[in-house]
């Protein structure tokens, strides 16, 4: 089943990098501020009308500066409800006030907020789409980078928030809700926010409010009408995936969690509550899968927050314990899979792309997201095999329970996963310098297999090969002999491991690591053609099939769609032998056979048996994914149009294969995926058949 999970940029945070450019006073301006804040939208003028009244405590210098959108107006500015001097510089309104003093600094102020949004984006590769803030007659999204208040750098924070609106539309923020009313034609919503250390999301809409509730905490839907019959399912998953999370990790630090619409696809996990677009509510795996992973950023990211100069962890933490947990609660299989996946992901998305986990920030595309989530929770999941089960669960809760509303780090991590005692101090050290200082991953083959008979039983001498700067790995081994199976591990620091296994019956079989328990990069005989090869491509050409030539805009959404906006697009005819040999090729259509394009399989594996393509290929839409040895992703991919279909079918079918990145060939109905297939690696450097007549020599 596809996810498109992790759709959780958490980019929003930028905004405190953003105000760290802005020229920092010497010391502390403000050491606390409470906000009493009031704010009308308008929604046909796209703009919002407010009013802060901020109760502050002055340091000791009494300079620093407040920021609003830079294009916003402020209508006045007082401090004890007397004039005062202040300066504005873009969004920046810098002001001097008697330091060490208490007194309400208040301000009126005006803004627009029409920030362009896709409400269809051909990825969801980017899932906040760069959109600071905008509002429209569908409601109003508004980072708080966006300056919808005025905002200021103090220690202490806290806030209330009355929203009024045009009846039908109310608001959601972070912390408690305190009023959901209609007063005198408009819509009032008012939240309290006791303590925060971080800028307000404002989020609005024409909001049914629902209420569920998980061992006190209060659960919430904010949905449209049109989606409010999804209400009760979303309050029971969030119920049951918040107490999962406070039994796992440590108690829910948050007054409430709720599930919010927005009128635009995003992917948003903010303290106490998740943004999500109508269309992907509507999904039936979202409460087992994106919803899971956002009630856990509650934990990590939004509990624990980021360190950000030392590298994000808290994707990779947060898809470890959401995404890899719950497949492997569902079976061992399962979570095999989904670790082959994330191999198979970096290997493809992150080649030529790859950065150490130390400079991952949030995700921007799908390399960023192979290494940021993908590898990180592989870190995760390294770190527990080695600290062992307890320990490692203990670990989480440690750093939960010290570092909630603090910045952590990998090393964080690091030392509550070690503090037992299993490794010293230069293990501890290297085991994180090498995944998260370094960028790809060991390369590993088996070399010089030799099995001998010896008295009692049998020997096998290997060597196990690195390359590059050796990583010092625990990697499992596998034995399959003709009595059963023999495990161990190998603890591996060099560039050549020589190793001996010895056994009471005859081998069949070496594999080293076939579970998939340690992080590497794979060969390309384990990587099957799928889309994602396409997607991972560095050089990938469109050829457009003859007679589809008017179906070229297809074309070019489903390469937009895939991440590859830049590759060019050929006709059949023109193009050029050398170029269809040299690239991978995304072909439209049918090949006719003549000018050297790469052609499909004859057949294709469906449901167990083999189907001869002529019986599907028209009747329904094909992708079909095949190896091409002369591109740089070795890959071929065909779309064959269903016959007759409209072009707007085509185009929402191709618009979805992006999302099916593992597979090899998918199979449409309309628009609808009806079948797909998951290719299998033709072959691995790290298994040697050893089965013979005799004892042999496998070189
Ligand atoms: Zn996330």
């Known amino acids: 089943m596809y996810a498109p999970k992790n759709w959780c940029p958490r980019s929003w945070l930028l905004v405190a990098a953003i105000l760290a450019l802005f020229p920092a006073p010497a ?6 501020a409470a906000h009493e804040l009031s704010i009308e939208i308008f929604p046909a003028e796209r703009r919002l009308s407010g009013e802060n009244r901020i109760t502050l405590q002055v340091g000791k210098s009494g300079r620093f500066s407040v920021f609003l959108r830079p294009t916003s107006r402020v209508r006045s500015l007082t401090w004890n409800n007397g004039e005062t001097e202040y300066s504005v510089h873009g969004g920046e309104i810098r002001l001097t006030l008697p330091p060490e003093t208490e007194g309400v600094l208040a301000v009126a102020y005006e803004g627009v907020f029409d920030d362009p949004y896709q409400a269809r984006p051909p990825t969801m590769d980017n899932p906040g789409q760069g959109v600071l803030g905008t509002i429209s007659s569908q409601g109003a999204f508004l980072l708080p980078g966006s300056g919808w208040y005025p905002m200021l750098r103090s220690p202490r924070q806290s806030f209330r928030v009355r929203i009024a609106a045009p009846a039908g539309m109310h608001a959601v923020t972070l912390g408690r809700l305190e009023t959901f009313a209609v007063e005198e034609g408009r819509s009032i919503t008012q939240w309290r926010v006791e303590q925060t250390t971080e800028g307000l999301p404002l989020c609005a809409g ?26 009760p399912v979303y309050l029971r998953s969030s ?12 108690p829910y630090a948050f007054p409430k969690f709720a599930v919010v619409e927005n009128f635009f696809p995003t992917g948003y996990g903010f303290p106490s509550f998740t943004l999500l677009g109508t269309e992907v509510l509507k999904l039936p795996f979202i409460p087992e899968t994106s919803l899971r992973h956002e009630v856990a950023h509650c934990w990590w990211g939004n509990g624990v927050l980021v360190d950000y100069s030392r590298g994000n962890w808290s994707e990779g933490l947060t898809t470890y314990v959401a995404d890899y947990l719950s497949r492997e609660l569902e079976s061992e299989e ?6 082959i996946q994330v191999l198979r992901d970096f290997a493809l998305l992150a080649k030529g792309k ?9 995700r921007t595309d799908p390399a960023s997201r192979a290494v940021g989530y993908g590898k990180a929770m592989f870190v995760f999941h390294m770190a527990r095999r080695q600290a062992g089960e307890d320990r490692f669960w203990e670990g989480l809760r440690e750093v939960y329970a010290a570092k909630l509303f603090q910045e952590a780090s990998w090393e964080d991590f690091a030392a509550a996963f070690f503090r037992s005692g299993v490794w010293d101090e230069r293990e501890r050290e290297r085991f994180w310098r090498q995944w998260v200082d370094r960028s790809g991953g060991p390369i590993l083959s088996l ?15 290997s060597i196990l090969r690195q390359q590059g700067e050796p990583y010092d790995l625990s990697i499992p081994v596998v034995l399959e002999t003709e009595g059963g199976q023999v495990e161990s591990v190998l603890n591996v620091q060099e560039n050549e491991h020589s190793f001996e296994l010895v056994s009471e019956h005859r081998p069949t079989r070496l594999l080293i690591d076939p579970d998939h328990h340690v992080f590497r990069s794979l060969s390309p005989e384990e990587l099957p053609a799928t889309v994602n090869s396409i997607k ?3 050089d990938l050409m469109g050829v457009l099939g003859s007679g589809w030539e008017s179906l070229e805009p297809v074309l070019r959404a489903l390469l937009v769609s895939l991440n590859q906006p830049q590759a060019p697009i050929v006709k059949e005819r ?15 259509g049918t090949p006719d056979g003549r000018r050297g394009v790469p052609l499909p399989p004859d057949s294709l594996q469906l449901q167990g048996r083999a189907v001869p393509l002529e019986e599907v290929a028209g009747t329904r839409s094909l992708f079909i994914t095949t190896t091409h040895p002369g591109g740089p992703a070795g890959a071929a991919s065909f779309f064959i149009p269903q016959k007759g279909a409209r072009v707007e079918i085509l185009t929402e079918a191709v618009r979805k294969i992006t999302h099916y990145g593992k597979y090899g060939v998918l199979v449409f109905d309309g628009s609808t995926v009806v079948e797909r297939v998951v290719p299998e690696a033709v072959d691995s450097p790290l298994i040697v058949d050893l089965t013979g007549t005799g004892p042999r020599r496998v070189k």
Do not use: C, M
């Not at 918040?242 to 440590?250: A, K, M, N, Q, T």
């Open 27 to 32: 010391d502390a301006g403000v050491l606390s």
């Open 206 to 231: 024409p909001y049914e409010l629902r209420n569920g509730e998980a061992d006190g905490i209060a659960i919430q839907t904010f949905f449209f009408p049109g989606t409010d019959e999804l209400a």
């Open 239 to 250: 119920a049951d995936h918040v107490r999962f999370y406070s039994e796992l990790h440590g």
């Open 334 to 339: 399962e979570a095999r899979e989904y670790r």
């Open 354 to 362: 790859d950065f150490p986990l130390a400079r991952f920030r949030s």
């Open 447 to 461: 070399e010089g297999v030799d099995v001998s008979s010896v008295p009692g039983g049998w020997k096998i001498e």
């Open 536 to 538: 991972g491509s560095e």
């Open 574 to 588: 023109e193009a050029r032998a050398e170029d269809l040999r040299r690239r991978d090729v995304l072909f439209f």
